[in-house]
């Protein structure tokens, strides 16, 4: 049906090919028409398909995204537009206690979140939640703290909150209990190193300071051992400098740069990058982040092997042999997208007492415009490496260098990356307003809308290649009742649903929104659509699938949302969400 059948990729496995799994996932769109790189060929509507296949290709579509959607019409508004079939309800707002009585508070900007469940049960579990960013005029009212005990209660909105939350009854609200569990772990919060560059000097100051703290706190991803993954991403912007300074090159392709709108480094030494005792403080941040919830004293333990970078989130999926493999995205414009493949079964490693996410390879993406692609090794022994760093650390703590010698593809701004039923593993192209040179895998010039791509990785994740083409490209959708733009929260469930987040500027008159496509049709519906100001990010499931959680992130203040909250959405008729 494709081209691609004609491809000479090679395949070591017995999994199904890329053209396979599309034979089987007929889109309706015929995106890109006039065709650009390998993507349009891919793309069949309906009329396209014989008429037996449109009946089955049909009654997916309707029983995978069965619900009705919130009109296009009316939205923009400030109180939140849930599907007739649905219903919401906000909790755990900034400054809410993480437990009855406690004195710790929930965080500002919450991003990335994960329920685990205590028992095994949908309806009692911990959340775990990133707290990704947090405006000074909002958290202090001023946009410059005045002193340390500012710059303290800033870095104490940020990092993460574990809670423990409950429904109280079948059809109940959710509640915040009383519980072991419950911790907030912010800026000063002690953390340690592991992987390959734990001990290097880069990450070590002449001050002497142990570790701590994370930032930014952006996506997330768990793993089968059920840990939280936390990301941080735009770490440079808590830097800044109060006497003259120079970026050194390392520090300018992480944007590290004199001013910082936060302030920090007025009063926190360890912020301020002109202060020669804390030269590598920078390097400690920018890393994904391990924390067992389940083990309240544990400190988090940020994973050198996964790479520097603005990562965004990770979606870690079991590849041939019980391997970990995770896929992140280095979100700003034209940066790379990342694969990291653990040496060995993780349950082998885990008994050894080795953790998967310490040994392993990680890898950066090529798009060829054909609709293949490579993943390009970022280790000592590839000879183009070796040539330009000293050893496996440094090229771990400078990735973006290291991707940069491979000669990656640049994306428009890598977001979140899910792994569906399928295999494919989807990933959101959030925008790029300064794109001015196309190649296949970014067709559009500029992008302000963005786009959703895929890829099928060879040899059941483990494999060098991998076939591409476009799922979505937004501004296709404008116009439409299906319309979004700069998709950027993704997860795919079980069946088959792609749920889409989005972060910017919406056309047609909407604030962002949780859309539900239908992986197979392409057909996308509109679940909710959040309040002005905000952006809708973070998304975790209860396991029985009737709970979905997300949250809304920097709304405006006169809207009817209370600050930074979570979002929990259910089907009226206590169906799956997404239904
Ligand atoms: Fe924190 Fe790229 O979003
Ligand atoms: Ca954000
Ligand atoms: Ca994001
Ligand atoms: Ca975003």
């Given at each position: 049906m494709s081209h691609h059948d004609d491809d000479s990729i090679s395949n070591e496995s017995s999994n199904p090919s890329f053209s396979?799994?599309?034979?089987?996932?007929?889109?309706?769109?015929?995106?890109?028409?006039?065709?650009i790189g390998g993507a349009a060929a891919f793309f069949m509507s309906d009329s396209m398909l014989a008429a037996p296949e449109r009946q089955t290709h049909w009654q997916t579509r309707h029983q995978l995204v069965g619900f009705r959607p919130v009109p296009l019409a009316g939205g923009g508004g400030n109180t939140p537009r849930i599907s007739a079939d649905y219903q919401y309800e906000v909790i755990?707002?900034?400054?809410?206690?993480?437990?009855?009585?406690?004195t710790d508070t929930i965080g500002i900007g919450h991003d990335g979140m994960w329920f685990l469940p205590l028992n095994n049960r949908s309806s009692h579990g911990l959340l775990v939640i990133n707290h990704e960013y947090g405006d000074n005029i909002v958290v202090l009212g001023k946009n410059t703290p005045s002193n340390l005990n500012d710059v303290r209660i800033s870095q104490y909105a940020h990092g993460l909150s574990v809670i423990e939350i409950m429904r109280q009854g079948r059809n109940g609200k959710w509640i915040t209990n009383a519980?072991?569990?419950?911790?907030?772990?912010?800026?000063?919060?002690?953390?340690?190193f592991s992987g390959p560059a734990a001990n290097s000097p880069l990450l070590s100051n002449a001050a002497g300071n142990a570790p701590l703290g994370t930032v930014n706190n952006c996506a997330n991803g768990n793993t089968p051992w059920s840990t939280y993954l936390t990301c941080e991403e735009n770490f440079n912007g808590y830097?800044?400098?109060?006497?003259?300074?120079?970026?050194?090159?390392?520090?300018?392709?992480?944007?590290?740069?004199?001013?910082?709108?936060?302030?920090?480094?007025?009063?926190?030494?360890r912020f301020n990058l002109s202060n020669p005792d804390y030269a590598n403080e920078s390097n400690?941040?920018?890393?994904?982040?391990?924390?067992?919830?389940?083990?309240?004293?544990?400190?988090?333990?940020?994973?050198?092997?996964?790479?520097?970078?603005?990562?965004e989130g990770i979606a870690i999926v079991e590849g041939r042999g019980g391997r970990i493999?995770?896929?992140?995205?280095?979100?700003?414009?034209?940066?790379?997208?990342?694969?990291?493949?653990?040496?060995?079964?993780?349950?082998?490693?885990?008994?050894?007492?080795?953790?998967?996410?310490?040994?392993?390879?990680?890898?950066?993406?090529?798009?060829?415009?054909?609709?293949?692609?490579?993943?390009?090794?970022?280790?000592?022994?590839?000879?183009?490496?070796?040539?330009?760093f000293a050893d496996q650390a440094t090229i771990l703590v400078n990735t973006r260098l290291a991707a940069d010698v491979l000669g990656a593809t640049p994306m428009d701004r890598p977001e979140w990356t899910t792994v569906g039923p399928n295999g494919l593993v989807y990933c959101t192209l959030t925008n790029n307003t300064r794109r001015e040179v196309a190649n296949g895998a970014n067709p559009q010039v500029p992008n302000?809308?963005?786009?959703?791509?895929?890829?099928?990785?060879?040899?059941?994740?483990?494999?060098?290649?991998?076939?591409?083409?476009?799922?979505?490209?937004?501004?296709?959708?404008h116009g439409t009742e299906e319309s979004f733009a700069s998709p950027d929260g993704l997860m795919a469930d079980p069946d088959g649903r792609l749920f889409i987040e989005t972060d910017g500027l919406q056309r047609d008159g909407l604030n962002d929104q949780l859309l539900v496509a239908d992986i197979n049709t392409g057909e996308i519906r509109r679940l909710f659509e959040g309040v002005a100001g905000a952006e809708v990010t973070g998304i975790t499931m209860t396991p029985d699938r009737r709970t979905l959680f997300c949250n809304l992130q920097h709304p405006n203040p006169d809207t009817s949302v209370p600050r930074d909250a979570t979002v929990v959405i259910t089907r009226r008729d206590g169906g799956i969400v997404g239904s």
């Open positions: 396979d799994v599309l034979a089987v996932a007929h889109s309706r769109r015929q995106l890109l028409a006039g065709g755990i707002p900034w400054g809410a206690p993480i437990a009855p009585g406690s519980s072991n569990y419950a911790r907030r772990i912010h800026v000063n919060s002690p953390v340690t830097f800044g400098a109060t006497a003259p300074w120079t970026a050194n090159e390392a520090q300018r392709r992480y944007g590290m740069a004199a001013g910082s709108g936060y302030g920090w480094h007025l009063f926190d030494a400690r941040f920018g890393w994904i982040v391990e924390l067992d919830p389940l083990n309240p004293l544990a400190p988090p333990v940020k994973r050198t092997a996964l790479g520097r970078m603005k990562h493999v995770g896929y992140m995205g280095d979100d700003e414009r034209f940066e790379y997208i990342y694969k990291f493949v653990s040496d060995d079964n993780w349950r082998a490693m885990r008994a050894q007492g080795k953790s998967p996410l310490d040994h392993g390879k990680l890898y950066v993406a090529r798009f060829k415009d054909d609709g293949t692609g490579q993943w390009l090794e970022l280790t000592i022994s590839n000879p183009a490496l070796a040539a330009r302000p809308d963005g786009h959703i791509i895929r890829w099928l990785d060879s040899d059941d994740h483990l494999g060098l290649t991998f076939e591409w083409d476009i799922f979505a490209l937004a501004s296709a959708t």
